[in-house]
């Protein structure tokens, strides 16, 4: 069975912490990538990674960096955390385009950022 | 960019059928998607139509799609209590490597 955990899954801080969300799946999945949802603007990616070294920015990238250093593991870094990234994110594995691959979600991490 | 459009939300009654309307601005889109996201939980995809096909029917389910609209709908037949849940809609259009969200319907069923 498909598995995406995400850690923290709550998290509060403060403006200019750094902080990593951890995302890693029991897959082997190439295509991974991270979302924020936000009320009344759905789920918008931030980041997606095709392959081992290999990422790209999604719709709203500012303010986040990616790594992909493992096929497993593709943590979401906030190097200075702002309110407005106060959100819920979620990591998933799987749907690259052109695929039928079921797409899966994390848990989701709700970040609240003062 | 790619935009994808939804009512916010939608209330039914028990038994009724409930109709949640997309829809999208890239016309390469190769892959339409249904997503399920009940409180608390990620996104448990439903079903999904090709851009070639016009309708799709799984158990409850009915999938239409409208190209030269660009709309999409999603048709659920003899909706339960167990079908409240925020519902999305997404796109892959074609050539790129990232799936685009609808703003998600908020889908309300009264007993």
């Known amino acids: 069975e498909a598995q995406v955990t995400q850690n923290p899954r709550y998290l509060i801080t403060v403006t200019g912490k750094k902080l990593t969300v951890t995302c890693s799946q029991n897959m082997n999945h190439e295509y991974m990538s991270w979302y924020r949802q936000d009320p009344g603007l759905g789920l918008r990616q931030i980041y997606y990674s095709m392959n081992v070294e290999v990422t790209d920015k999604g719709d709203v990238p500012e303010g986040y960096k990616v790594s992909r250093k493992e096929k497993r593991n593709f943590p979401l870094i906030l190097e200075s955390p702002s309110p407005n990234q106060t959100s819920l994110y979620f990591c998933a594995i799987g749907g690259a385009s052109g695929s039928t691959d079921t797409q899966y979600f994390g848990p989701g991490t709700r970040l609240t950022v003062l | ?111």
């Open chain 2, 1 to 111: 960019g790619e935009d994808v459009e939804q009512s916010l939300f939608l209330s039914v009654r028990e038994g009724d059928s409930s109709v949640i309307n997309c829809t999208y601005t890239d016309s390469s889109s190769t892959y339409l998607y249904w997503y399920k996201q009940e409180p608390g939980a990620g996104l448990q995809l439903l079903t999904y139509i090709f851009s070639n096909m016009d309708m799709k029917q799984d158990q409850r389910l009915t999938v239409l799609l409208n190209k030269k609209d660009k709309h999409l709908s999603l048709r659920i037949a003899d909706t339960q209590t167990g079908d409240s849940a925020i519902y999305f809609c997404a796109e892959v259009p074609g050539g790129y490597q990232k799936v685009t969200f609808g703003t998600g319907t908020k889908l309300q069923v009264i007993p």
